[in-house]
């Protein structure tokens, strides 16, 4: 099916482990973006990318590292992962006017 | 830096009123502007849009009404359904074309 896939939708991890959030859209977008989501904080910009190969920090990049080397992809890994990342993950892809489009959403919990 | 901002974090309404939520923007030079809801549990889901050259855009059962003077942006639903029941995000385009999303205002629809 046509859309923006996230997975896995639910992860527990321990701390100081590595964790890879996955991200796959099938619009050939050009624009892909990952944001996490806290209580008190919205929508908060990790990191995006404006094409395969291209990606820049957004807000609140310390502890992620992100990859495109497909179009179509845009995983997101915590190299090793700290309480504090415990959030719900979005990855979003841009249409052509300019709004994005969600996926479900990837709960990690940090223990 | 630029912010978005929500006048009210949780609006309580009677089924069949009208609601509406409103956000301020800070950037005067920001052209475009996307009101999104999130459903417990699912990702944000595009609502509707409106440019700058616009100050007001209808769908169905919804209005955005934008005021470039004060800078500010409202989303109004007509005859509010259970169904309507989320949070609502504003978010304006901000600078290198990331969306900057606002805190969210939680509706609840009573019967």
């Known amino acids: 099916d046509a859309g923006i896939t996230q997975s896995p939708r639910y992860k527990i991890t321990e701390t100081g482990r590595q964790v890879t959030l996955m991200c796959h859209q099938t619009?050939?977008?050009?624009?892909m973006f990952w944001y996490r989501q806290d209580l008190g904080h919205g929508l908060r910009l990790i990191y995006y990318?404006?094409?395969?190969?291209?990606?820049d920090k957004g807000e609140v990049p310390d502890g992620y590292v992100v990859s495109r080397s497909k179009t179509e992809n845009f995983p997101l890994t915590l190299e090793s992962a700290t309480r504090s990342q415990t959030s719900v993950y979005f990855c979003?892809?841009?249409?052509?006017?300019?709004?994005?489009?969600f996926g479900e959403g990837s709960r990690l919990t940090v223990l | 830096g630029e912010s978005v901002g929500l006048h009210l974090p949780t609006l309580s309404v009677q089924e069949g009123d009208n609601s509406i939520i409103n956000c301020a923007y800070s950037?005067?030079?920001?052209?475009?502007f996307i009101w999104y809801k999130q459903e417990s549990g699912k990702g944000p889901q595009f609502i509707i849009d409106?440019?700058?050259?616009?100050d007001k855009r209808q769908g169905q059962r919804v209005t955005v009404l934008l005021n470039k003077t004060v800078k500010h942006l409202s989303l109004q639903i007509a005859a509010t359904q259970p169904g309507d029941s989320a949070v609502y995000f504003c978010?304006?385009?901000?600078?290198?074309?990331?969306?900057?999303f606002g805190a969210g205002t939680r509706l609840a629809v009573h019967p």
């Open positions: 979003a892809s841009r249409g052509l006017s300019g709004e994005l489009f």
């Open positions: 619009w050939s977008h050009s624009y």
């Open positions: 990318s404006a094409a395969a190969d291209i990606t």
């Open positions: 950037n005067s030079a920001s052209d475009y």
């Open positions: 409106i440019r700058s050259n616009m």
């Open positions: 978010a304006v385009l901000g600078g290198y074309n990331k969306l900057i």
